[in-house]
């Protein structure tokens, strides 16, 4: 059993501090805790996005502490006026004493166990410490250029997700552009593309012009997902979570699925 406060502390220093002070500036979603629950704490449950499936799981598995990437949301709330999805999950959330973060912004950029610093690891890739689509992401280099089509069979196997692959720039692939989520690249994204060098955009979205767009502009394009590329930075805290606290604390990755 761990203290609630004692648990938070060492979550922020492991994220650490500047990031998430820079995360608070700049995001306008949550990064760090939005509803402080019970004291005592023996299970974290881990998740992509907050939701009633997520909660429930979370409470039937013992977890009073839960952290997400997506957290509770309250950007589009109307005239102040909580709809249905939001009362029904913030009852429960109250009901059931639970603790919930979320760290968006901190689990897309973290250098070392964020989304895309993982998914580059997992790829065969190397961090360039060039940042990324507003510096949400980073850009990567492979040793050898590796071929397109080889590289979107890989990355349907790591996401576990269908890849939409546009083929529209080099049949070799040598520096990448990885942004987890959404990052459907307009305006300055397309020229921070060119300008980087950028063979491949690697994103979990694309929107209907997308296609032409990375065609017309020469580099290939492939989306997998928002929800598929953004599994790796919550497991990746909980990891590190779990190897400070060992067997004092049990965390466990709580699956939702999303094939968006």
């Not at 990355?155 to 990885?178: L, M, Q, S, T, W």
């Amino acid at each position: 059993m761990i203290k609630r406060d004692e648990l938070i502390k060492t979550i922020n220093k492991i994220i650490g501090e500047d990031l998430l002070e820079k995360a608070n500036k700049i995001d306008h979603r949550a990064n760090g805790v939005q509803v402080s629950g019970t004291q005592e704490v023996n299970k974290i449950a881990l998740g992509v996005s907050t939701s009633m499936d997520f909660f429930e799981e979370a409470v039937d598995s013992g977890a009073e502490f839960c952290i997400v990437h997506h957290g509770l949301d309250f950007a589009g709330i109307y005239n102040s006026l909580l709809n249905k999805s939001q009362q029904q999950v913030l009852k429960y959330v109250f009901a059931n004493n639970l603790t919930v973060s979320g760290y968006h912004y901190s689990l897309d950029a973290h250098h070392e166990i964020g989304n895309n610093a993982t998914i580059i690891k997992l790829i065969g890739a190397k961090i360039t410490d060039d940042p990324y689509f507003d510096e949400w992401g980073w850009v990567a280099e492979f040793d050898n250029a590796v071929d397109a089509k080889e590289l979107a069979d890989k990355c349907a196997e790591v996401f576990e997700h269908d890849v939409f692959a546009v083929y529209g720039g080099p049949e070799k692939i040598k520096r990448i552009g990885v942004c987890s989520g959404g990052a459907k690249p307009v305006g300055a994204d397309i020229h921070e593309i060119a300008a980087k060098n950028i063979d491949l955009h690697l994103a979990g979205e694309i929107a209907e012009g997308g296609p032409a767009i990375a065609r017309e502009c020469g580099f290939n394009y492939f989306a997998a997902g928002h929800y598929a590329t953004e599994v790796f930075g919550v497991q990746e805290l909980g990891k590190k979570i779990k190897s400070h606290y060992k067997d004092m604390l049990e965390v466990e990755f709580i699956d939702i699925p999303n094939p968006l």
